[in-house]
């Protein structure tokens, strides 16, 4: 069964700019979780996505958002780019998205914000 | 809320030795599952082993093995046999409450000298 997929691995945008990343799941779930992970805060939970609706959202202005679309595959989108978006976005997919739930990470994506 | 925190920032075995990776963690829940990541320099977050709280003994996964003391709030990895495959940065996380919203350590960087 393949794993996690994100792309694009890496890119590199100016300040104010707009980006989208894409997460496709493992076959077969339906939870798709995204996650921040910069030297100075770690790895921060930005959003939860189950069955195209989001069901928990971390502490992040509203200039990150996502979706989710009827294959389970997740989009996430930042607008107007700040230097300190500058981040490894990491994706992780599980079954039904609950607590006990084991979470499948991708690769990530390397953004760097100019 | 639920909150994470290791203490080590980084950590040194010996190849074939054993080593402890602590973490402690607080949450005002009764039902959680704390777990163990591990992310090589390859960046590809792996799950390593994970507790469910309502459990009393402690997980163990070949090498890995998990010392839970839930009054204390303390879940502690311990790796036996060290192999160089084991350097990587550890994440100790917990997800608490019926949906996926988990919460991260710091990490620690395990180093293994031949």
């Known amino acids: 069964k393949a794993g996690v997929t994100q792309t694009p691995r890496y890119l590199i945008k100016t300040r104010g700019q707009q980006v989208t990343l894409s997460c496709s799941p493992i076959?077969?779930?339906?939870?798709v979780s995204w996650y921040q992970q910069t030297p100075g805060q770690g790895l921060q939970f930005l959003f939860e996505y189950f069955s195209e609706t989001q069901r928990n959202k971390g502490n992040f202005p509203g200039r990150f958002s996502g979706r989710q679309f009827s294959n389970s595959r997740s989009e996430m989108n930042v607008s107007t780019l700040e230097l300190g978006d500058s981040a490894l976005y990491l994706c992780?997919?599980?079954?039904?998205?609950?607590?006990?739930?084991?979470?499948?990470f991708g690769p990530g994506t390397r953004l760097t914000v100019l | 809320a639920q909150t994470v925190t290791q203490s080590q920032p980084e950590m040194s075995v010996q190849e074939a030795e054993t080593v402890t990776l602590s973490c402690t963690y607080d949450t005002s829940e009764s039902d959680y599952y704390l777990f163990w990541y591990k992310q090589p320099p390859s960046r590809q977050m792996i799950l390593v082993i994970r507790q469910e709280a309502y459990k009393q003994q402690n997980a163990t996964e070949n090498r890995f093995s998990v010392n839970f003391q839930k009054a204390a709030k303390s879940f502690s990895l311990k790796i036996s046999d060290s192999q160089l495959g084991d350097a990587a940065m550890y994440f100790c996380?917990?997800?608490?409450?019926?949906?996926?919203?988990?919460?991260f350590g710091t990490g620690t960087k395990l180093q293994v000298i031949p």
């Open positions: 992780a997919s599980s079954l039904q998205g609950r607590g006990a739930d084991t979470q499948y």
């Open positions: 996380a917990i997800n608490s409450g019926g949906y996926q919203k988990v919460t």
């Open positions: 076959s077969g779930h339906r939870s």
